[in-house]
């Protein structure tokens, strides 16, 4: 019966099981952004912190769509465990520097789902991924530009704090 109603879904098994791994990719991604976002309160970096807990709840938001879309198609979305999230981070930069690894990882990702279904023609699924694949632009362009300020700027005396109330005018206009 199980197999039968599967027969009804035309979502493949193996683009459910991508989608349900980049679901994890997010929620790792979340979970990351929050301890960020707590390492920098601790550091006095108020408002990066508040920029991570923005970020935390942005991927949170990611994550359930492509949850909604597995489910609406007709699959299984899977509640992702996620583990191996840091307490502590080396440097103030290093953290925005792991942050834009993260980001050129996750654009990887859907480039790569992008190829399995097209390979797969799965257009549907394809269509849904360009609003993510836009959304890695920006989410690339803020980092690399913060990544700047620490160049520009440099973290000597009180530039840590300037690079902190500096990164809030850090918007993406897309042009
Ligand atoms: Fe959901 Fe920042 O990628």
Known sequence: MKDLL??????????ENI??????VEAHSS???????????DQGLDNSATFFATQADEERIHMLKIFNFI???????????????PVDFESFRGVFEQALEQEMFVTE??????????KAKDFVTFNFLQWFLEEQVEEEYVARRILELFD????E???????DKH???VTFDGE
Do not use: H
């Open 71 to 85: 489910n609406n198609r007709g699959g299984r979305a899977v509640s992702p465990e996620i583990t191996n999230i």
């Open 19 to 24: 989608l349900n791994a980049q679901v994890k």
């Open 152 to 155: 520009v700027i440099g973290e």
């Open 157 to 163: 005396g009180t530039g840590r704090w300037e690079i």
């Open 167 to 169: 990164l809030v005018k």
């Open 31 to 41: 979970a990351l952004y929050l301890a960020m976002s707590s390492w920098c309160d």
């Open 109 to 118: 990702q859907f480039n790569n789902i992008a190829d399995k279904c097209m």
């Open 6 to 15: 599967k027969l009804k879904t035309s979502l493949s098994e193996d683009i």
